[in-house]
């Protein structure tokens, strides 16, 4: 039992995001953390659910974070069941990259979450985030309680995406409550070879779901308004100035992923200018990096 950490119990007038207005709404809800309303202008925020496998690929660490990073500066929330694999990533995705999350849980909010999960737990709280479920505080985690958990992480947002799942799994329970409110569903579609890939390829296959060919495009698919604080444009607002070189770098590569190598066969740039213009993007917060080897050129115009 984690009869330590706060909650408070809120009814439908307070549900989050779409939740009160969904046919899975719960009688009630437990909530820990904060759940913000709105941005800081204002704009109503907009849930976006991403889950998966708990066995995702190599590569879903990189996937989550490139999906997650396309929502950066937006209205969006993240929401996702707090399992491991595909979902533990899109939350830490979201920490990283400043966006709020909420994590639904199919167990009370009074007991334990061991190992990873609780940690990632308490590290999204931290974040300014929220942990929520709709079982009594003291209610462990049964096998049956996942169904609901699933239909609460639909309830809550505007669209889900299925990031990777095998034929049969919670991920695809999801997407059928998704659908089953006539909601906005996506997939990445990938290898038909792959035991990941099923489960978004046959969604895609039989025209459940819309597919996401690049993360770029997941903010016009979800409908959500684009990242104006990225905004090559406005950056004078913020007090911001570009020199000539990186503005043109920018505007040669925005959307792109690009190595250093990549940035040096394209353009007559020599290592040192090179890195000291990527420095001045990153700053600018128009590109970002996790390892210093790859590039995301991610702002808008």
């Given amino acids: 039992m984690d009869k330590d950490r706060k909650?408070?119990?809120?009814?439908?007038?307070?549900?989050?995001l779409s939740l009160a207005q969904s046919k899975f709404s719960p009688k009630r809800l437990y909530v820990a953390g904060s759940i913000p309303k709105a941005t800081k202008d204002g704009t109503p925020l907009v849930g976006i659910a991403m889950v998966g496998t708990r066995r995702p690929s190599s590569s879903a660490t990189e996937l989550c974070r490139r999906l997650v990073f396309s929502?950066?500066?937006?209205?969006a929330v993240i929401v996702s069941g707090l399992a491991q694999g595909i979902d533990s990533l899109c939350h830490e995705a979201a920490i990283e990259a400043g966006l709020p999350t909420i994590a639904v849980l199919a167990q009370g909010l009074a007991t334990h979450v061991e190992g990873s999960r609780g940690d990632l737990l308490e590290r999204i709280l931290d974040a300014g985030g929220a942990v929520i479920s709709q079982f009594e505080p003291d209610v462990p985690a049964y096998k049956g309680n996942f169904i609901a958990?699933?239909?609460i992480i639909s309830g809550l947002c505007q669209a889900t995406v299925i990031v990777q799942s095998k034929k049969k799994g919670g991920a695809l329970l999801t997407a059928g409550f998704c659908t089953e409110?006539?909601?906005t569903l996506l997939a990445v579609p990938g290898n038909f070879d792959s035991e990941v890939a099923a489960g978004p390829n046959a969604l895609l296959d039989s025209g459940k779901a819309e597919p996401i060919f690049i993360p770029e495009s997941l903010r016009k698919l979800v409908g959500i308004q684009e990242p104006e604080a990225l905004s090559l444009h406005g950056l004078p607002d913020t007090g911001c100035t570009l020199s000539e070189s990186a503005r043109e770098l920018f505007t040669q590569m925005r959307g792109f992923r690009k190595t250093i190598d990549d940035i040096e066969r394209s353009t007559s740039l020599k290592t040192a200018e090179l890195l000291a213009i990527l420095t001045e993007l990153e700053i600018a917060g128009l590109i970002s990096t996790q390892d210093n080897f790859q590039f995301?050129?991610?702002g808008a115009f």
């Fill in 71 to 75: 929502l950066k500066g937006t209205n």
């Fill in 7 to 16: 909650y408070t119990e809120i009814d439908a007038n307070e549900f989050p």
């Fill in 296 to 298: 995301y050129f991610d």
């Fill in 181 to 183: 409110e006539q909601k």
């Fill in 149 to 151: 958990r699933n239909k």
